[in-house]
């Protein structure tokens, strides 16, 4: 019998320690969020997610980025397709003249028919200066008001604003004795756009060669 009450008190203090031990373990897991006690903590796991959902979130912010570059690109690639290749003759100034050889009814009959020939419209011819006093201006000026449907309307489709342009004029005066015929280059408008836009560029940079094929034509 005494053997039997030993036995008891041995196995009521064994499972006693066991209880204790497995509170503690319980304790500890809650500490470190290893409520399996195998070792893997919680925050561990809770911090890679944060990571992980950070770059989900800022994947399309990259995206975002890289389509604005790519549409600046892209938008550059256009303007720069617009501009016609530069030749072998001479550049166009902003402002483009000649001198001619020809008396100013030759010039103005001749400019006329190359207007016309190249679909241009004349709106107006301005005659300044016709009843001036003074003999020390300039003689025989005059400017030649024209334009060309098409490129109006490319023009001015998303820049109204460029309408002041409009008409584009060629302007006549005499100079030592000759006839000058120039022109202010279409395409200075570029400066003025609010919406820098692919078919307005083109448009006024072929109204540059244009003109200048015209004036060339005449001064030869």
């Not at 107006?124 to 334009?147: A, F, M, P, S, T």
Request: charged share 35%; proline share 3%.
């Amino acid at each position: 019998m005494r053997k039997d009450l030993l036995k008891n008190v041995f196995v009521t203090i064994f499972s006693m320690t066991i209880i204790s031990c497995g509170g503690v373990i319980k304790d500890i897991s809650f500490e470190t969020g290893d409520y399996l006690g195998t070792g893997y903590d919680e925050k561990i796991k809770e911090t890679i997610i944060d990571k992980e959902k950070k770059l989900v979130e800022n994947k399309p912010v990259t995206e975002q980025k890289e389509e604005k570059t790519n549409k600046k690109k892209s938008l550059l690639a256009s303007i720069i397709e617009a501009i016609p290749e530069p030749s072998d003759e001479e550049e166009m100034s902003d402002i483009y003249e000649k001198a001619t050889k020809l008396s100013y009814e030759e010039l103005d009959k001749l400019l006329r028919t190359e207007l016309e020939n190249n679909n241009f419209k004349i709106v107006h011819v301005l005659k300044l200066l016709e009843e001036q006093e003074n003999k020390d201006l300039w003689g025989n000026i005059r400017i030649y008001l024209v334009y060309k449907t098409p490129q109006y309307a490319k023009i001015i489709k998303y820049n109204p604003q460029l309408i002041s342009h409009f008409p584009f004029k060629i302007y006549v005066y005499e100079k030592n004795g000759r006839i000058i015929v120039g022109t202010f280059k279409p395409s200075t408008a570029i400066r003025y756009m609010g919406n820098l836009d692919t078919e307005s560029i083109k448009a006024l940079k072929e109204l540059d060669l244009e003109l200048k094929e015209i004036i060339d034509k005449i001064a030869k």
